[in-house]
């Protein structure tokens, strides 16, 4: 199923990709966040949180579990933890284990924290473009104080001539960090995994309803809530790579499609 039509009967809200080049890449990106099981809360209104209230009215609406894996204080929705809990007793038994990566942070953000690590990319890579001679002066502080949605904007058209945000500028900054107000975590159905690498690990993270949603995002791993074999039916398509395999938005059909009636 194409992840638009999926969407579609799923929610009846308007998540701005319609209208919105910047927001629909980033529904594109981070965007099975908004086809997960039914039980489980999602974003009510958009795709992109406004700012730290916003967050806060949603997150205090959630049932949240807390649990401290050696420590480290991780929350997520109740039933996102049940299954991380569930997934990590599986992997305790053939011995493996299932941390956080990161501390706290692995799991629930804030508007804030989502604003902190989107600076921590964009200002050290609009300096090294700049010094490079390729955004000039003008254009680097038109960047800097641009309203937000702008800003991103702005990002992902230098990145369309190559020009990369991400913490070591091979690729987009959303496959480094998720542009503000606009991360799974704020939903706290993400976790992001110290043992990532491990295929075993991710096979019984899968088994468990979680999955690597966000391309190239390696850590990160998102609750979906369903099996495995029922993801191509809420729109998400599979792609292998050589670090394991992402669950992400299959749009291809769509767009299939609306080339074709252009020809």
């Known amino acids: 199923m194409n992840f638009y039509d999926a969407l579609e009967s799923k929610t009846a809200q308007n998540l701005g990709h319609e209208q919105n080049e910047t927001l629909r890449r980033i529904v594109e990106e981070y965007g099975a966040i908004f086809v997960v099981n039914e039980k489980l809360a999602t974003p009510p209104t958009c795709a992109m949180f406004d700012d730290e209230t916003h ?50 942070e692995a799991a629930r953000r804030s508007y804030a924290d989502t604003l902190r690590l989107w600076d921590s990319r964009f200002a050290p890579a609009l300096v090294h473009w700049q010094r490079l ?4 002066e003008v254009i680097a502080q038109k960047l800097k104080s641009a309203p937000l949605l702008e800003q991103i904007g702005g990002v992902l058209t230098l990145e369309s001539r190559g020009l990369f945000f991400s913490k070591d500028l091979s690729k987009s900054i959303l496959y480094s960090v998720a542009a503000p107000g606009c991360s799974q975590h704020l939903s706290m159905l993400a976790f992001d995994v110290a043992e990532f690498y491990d295929a075993n690990v991710r096979e019984i993270l899968a088994a468990n309803g979680w999955f690597r949603t966000v391309q190239n995002d390696l850590p990160h791993f998102t609750f979906l809530g369903y099996d495995e074999s029922e993801l191509e039916k809420i729109g998400l398509r599979k792609l292998e790579t050589n670090d394991g395999a ?3 938005p299959n749009t291809e059909i769509r767009r299939i499609s609306t080339t074709d009636e252009h020809r």
Do not use: C
């Open 133 to 136: 001679g390729e955004i000039s």
């Open 55 to 104: 967050v806060s009215q949603f997150q205090e609406s959630l049932s949240v579990a807390t649990h401290d894996f050696d420590d480290v204080k991780i929350e997520l929705q109740r039933g996102a933890m049940n299954a991380l809990l569930s997934a990590r007793r599986d992997a305790q038994k053939v011995g493996l284990d299932i941390t956080p990566r990161g501390g706290s």
């Open 246 to 248: 992402f669950w992400i």
